[in-house]
């Protein structure tokens, strides 16, 4: 009691002292924020749902699995984890569809390029190269390049910033850049660029499906590891008496949540270990400057 006291004596004092200095803390913003970052998310995985009903589809999958393994089980404290984890399957899914679009683009780009440099030494205009590649260019990138045929009559400078900012991976941030060049400096001057960024970019794709095929297998037995203790319970809880009764009581409850949080730091650590080390977007600054 003296130690929740204490904390809630702490929290006011802090809130006083950032009342009178100008340094509240910005709960609201940093909430809009997230909203605001959570539709261009959504508009990476090439799927037309709003935040809000991103969130409530979230809330509504938690809220029917806790009540099916609720009723299932018979013991309350159980339901938790499930729901916990049918609620973020919404988020995981999404994330799948924006990385499979992403590395469909990613892998795009190597004929892109082509295209362009045949397009380039036709010879054609750098801006009709790339209106080309929304027409004729490889499927996955087509969509990109129609909205750039779009926003380039008013600015083709700002037209494939945007570009860089939808598409938000360093290679097409390196593509985009060498674009940005030729256009100030000529087609003639990145034709040899291009074709060589052409053949390097492939090269560094094929490098990296070749590392997530070999750590495939081992994040599939790691996610089932941490999955099967949680449905062994509900199996347990549901076909035995004394099972459901203990996990009921505040002790059971006691037990889960250490569990779940055991779960997920060994989840967090396997998710560490088994990362791979993705290129950092050295140019987004560039693309905050401008929008600034």
Known sequence: MRLLAAAAA???????????????????????????????????????VTPTQFLAVSVCAAALTFLAVWALSDAAPVAVVPALVVGAMPRAWFERQRRRLG???????????????????????????LVELGRSGPEPLRDVFARYEIAAGL???????????DLSDPVSDRIIEVLLVAQSKGNKVVVDILRDLADHTAADLRLGEEIETANLEKRIEARSAVALPFAVLILLCSSSEPYREFYSTP??????????AMSLAGMM??????????????????????SS
């Open 103 to 129: 590395h469909e683009r990613e892998r795009a780009w190597p004929d892109a390029l082509r295209h362009l440099v045949a397009s380039l030494e036709v010879p054609m205009s750098l801006h009709r190269g």
């Open 155 to 165: 600015d083709q400078t700002a037209a494939l910033r945007a570009i860089r900012q």
């Open 251 to 260: 002790r059971g409850a006691v037990v889960i949540a250490l569990g779940a």
């Open 10 to 48: 702490g929290l006011f004092a802090y809130l006083l002292v950032g009342l009178f200095t100008g340094h509240q803390p910005r709960i609201a913003r940093a909430r809009r924020r997230s909203l605001n970052t959570l539709g261009p998310w959504l508009r990476q995985s090439n799927v037309e």
């Open 269 to 290: 650590v396997i998710g560490r270990l088994g990362r791979t080390v993705r290129e950092p977007r050295v140019l987004v600054a560039d693309d905050e400057a401008a």
